[in-house]
């Protein structure tokens, strides 16, 4: 059974750090792509950062370039999504997802499990 | 790509018929379109990948269709569990892969 996990959410002051993760299981972590998406309150979805099997591929919305990073660790199965300089409109549930593909996302980004969501509020 | 999910909100009873839109401002390559059911408090769900390929568990009732810029999720005989917000999403072309802002289907 799929299994996915998120960790590391709370309460954080603008301009402060956050580190996720996500603990995975019941599949082969290293031949699927995965996503962070998030939604925030009363708002839809946004996929904030995919990244390929490997890690040798990622990509950032606009709205977070620059300031969160994408992460694996395969040996571990673990993603991460490092944040920084948060802003409130950060705030939201931060979904970790499994790309139903494959080990690659670029032109198949359909999101097969998802896990439970982890909040993260900025707010001073 | 923008997407523009119709309508907001749909209003319906039990084992009526359900039709969800989902418009893209520019064609979407290769008919990418999947739709997500959202409860909340729960995470979402995978329904249909490829426009109309039904995910791996989902009943028969739902399903998927259209191509270019015009995408359909089609409910048939709705059951009290499927009143959630639906979510549609492109992914077929370059980045960044967008979602629909969702529409409500509802118990009248």
């Known amino acids: 059974e799929v299994q996915l996990l998120e960790s590391g959410g709370g309460l954080v002051q603008p301009g402060g750090s956050l580190r996720l993760s996500c603990a995975a299981s019941?599949?082969?972590?290293?031949?699927?792509?995965m996503a962070w998406v998030r939604q925030a309150p009363g708002k839809g979805l946004e996929c904030v950062s995919p990244?390929?099997?490997?890690?040798?591929?990622?990509f950032y919305a606009d709205s977070v370039k620059g300031r969160f990073t994408i992460s694996r660790d395969n040996s571990r199965n673990t993603l991460y999504l490092q944040m920084s300089s948060l802003r409130a409109e950060d705030t939201a549930v931060y979904y970790c997802?499994?790309?139903?593909?494959?080990?690659?996302?670029?032109?198949?980004?359909?999101?097969?499990?998802w896990g439970q969501g982890t909040v993260v509020t900025v707010s001073s | 790509i923008v997407l523009t999910q119709s309508p907001g909100t749909l209003s319906l009873s039990p084992g009526e018929g359900a039709t969800l839109s989902c418009r893209a401002s520019q064609t979407v390559s290769r008919t990418y379109v999947a739709w997500y059911q959202k409860k909340p408090g729960q995470a979402p769900r995978l329904l249909i990948y490829?426009?109309?390929t039904r995910a791996s568990g989902i009943p028969d009732r739902f399903s998927g269709s259209g191509s270019g810029t015009d995408f359909t999720l089609t409910i048939s005989g709705l059951e009290p569990e499927d009143f959630a917000v639906y979510y549609c999403?492109?992914?077929?072309?370059?980045?960044?892969?967008?979602f629909g802002q969702g529409t409500k289907l509802e118990i009248k």
């Open positions: 019941g599949f082969n972590f290293s031949g699927f792509a």
């Open positions: 990244i390929s099997g490997s890690s040798g591929s990622t």
């Open positions: 999403q492109q992914y077929g072309s370059a980045p960044p892969y967008t």
């Open positions: 490829g426009a109309s």
């Open positions: 997802a499994k790309v139903r593909g494959g080990s690659e996302w670029f032109g198949d980004l359909s999101l097969d499990y």
